[in-house]
């Protein structure tokens, strides 16, 4: 099962992923609404962040990670994106 930790998601966003990727995909978030710099511990296959919605200081501490992701836009591509890396886990490629 693919891990992602999403770092500046509305919480209401981030339980429409949980259900819509039940089963399928881990998640872990850092909701906008959290103000705390304290990096969230785990083994993550790829950690996005939601740079609309985060501090410099927040993408620093996640920007080393080998599977990490900068998600310019809104939900759609962070919706768009999980779509890809779930996809890409299975085996099928996008033409």
Known sequence: MLKILVVGVRSAK????????KGK???KFVTDQERSLKK?????DFILTCIKF???STERLYSDHVGY???FGGCSSLSSTIDSLYQASLGVSHV
Do not use: C, D, N
């Open 14 to 21: 981030a339980f429409e992923l949980s259900k819509m990727y």
């Open 25 to 27: 995909v881990k998640f």
């Open 40 to 44: 969230v511990g785990g083994e993550f």
């Open 54 to 56: 985060t501090t410099h």
């Open 69 to 71: 992701i900068r998600i």
